[in-house]
């Protein structure tokens, strides 16, 4: 199984302010990665696919990038509303594994 | 629109049996993998198995193997997971979601509470 490592586990962001997550993966598995944003109370949401690929309505504050084992998540000034937990997935192969996570929080 | 809502909240006693259901809309049902994922209080999804509808085809997450039975029901668009025996362990919160390689679109989420 693909081990999904993701850091910081927090990130503490001032709003207005730039954040990077990144997420390593245990073995290569070329783009076939993906970002989700989840929110309290809510579902889990697609931000990226395919490392790159801004999934729909998703601003362009946020961009992505990576390939093989390290991928990175970049938001660049943070709003209100991006204080979520964000995690990291590949489905390079089954079973596909989730990162642990990492936690933006208002600073 | 893409839809998939899922039965309500559920409070069962260790060794009770449980199915809960993801009610499919907006697209065609047998042309996409629909996965079950499991989330702990505080901790990352974890898979548990996914199934195609249009020939039932089910692949599980070895640490899911025998523990659940994923189904589908292709005459009403709906997916099920169901346990016959749930333990305090299972007390978590169940997705069930699209995929098209990666997922994209979950539903609502349906809480399971496993308690003597």
């Known amino acids: 199984e693909i081990v999904m490592t993701q850091s910081p586990a927090t990130l503490s962001v001032s709003p207005g302010e730039r954040a990077t997550l990144s997420c390593r993966a245990s073995?290569?598995?070329?783009?076939?990665f993906a970002w989700y944003q989840q929110k309290p109370g809510q579902a889990p949401r697609l931000l990226f696919y395919?490392?790159?690929s801004r999934a729909t309505s998703i601003p362009a504050r946020f961009s992505a990038s990576g390939s093989g084992t390290e991928f990175t998540l970049i938001i660049s000034s943070l709003q209100s509303e991006d204080f979520a937990v964000y995690y990291c997935?590949?489905?390079?192969?089954?079973?596909?594994?989730f990162g642990q996570g990492t936690k933006v929080e208002i600073k | 629109d893409v839809r998939l809502v899922q039965s309500g909240a559920e409070v069962k006693k260790p060794g009770e049996s449980l199915r809960i259901a993801c009610k499919t809309s907006?697209?065609?049902?047998?042309?996409?993998?629909i996965g079950w994922v499991r989330q702990l209080p505080g901790k990352g999804p974890e898979w548990m198995g996914r199934?195609?509808?249009?020939?039932?085809?089910?692949k599980y997450t070895p640490s899911f193997q025998g523990q659940v039975t994923i189904s589908a029901d292709k005459s009403i668009n709906t997916a099920y997971l169901q346990w016959t025996s749930l333990q305090a362990s299972d007390t978590a919160l169940y997705y069930c979601?699209?995929?098209?390689?990666?997922?994209?679109?979950w539903g609502q989420g349906t809480p399971v509470i496993v308690s003597a």
């Open positions: 073995e290569n598995i070329d783009t076939n």
């Open positions: 979601v699209r995929l098209v390689n990666w997922v994209d679109f």
């Open positions: 199934i195609y509808p249009d020939d039932s085809d089910t």
């Open positions: 907006g697209f065609t049902f047998t042309t996409y993998w």
């Open positions: 395919s490392a790159v």
């Open positions: 997935q590949q489905y390079n192969e089954w079973p596909q594994t």
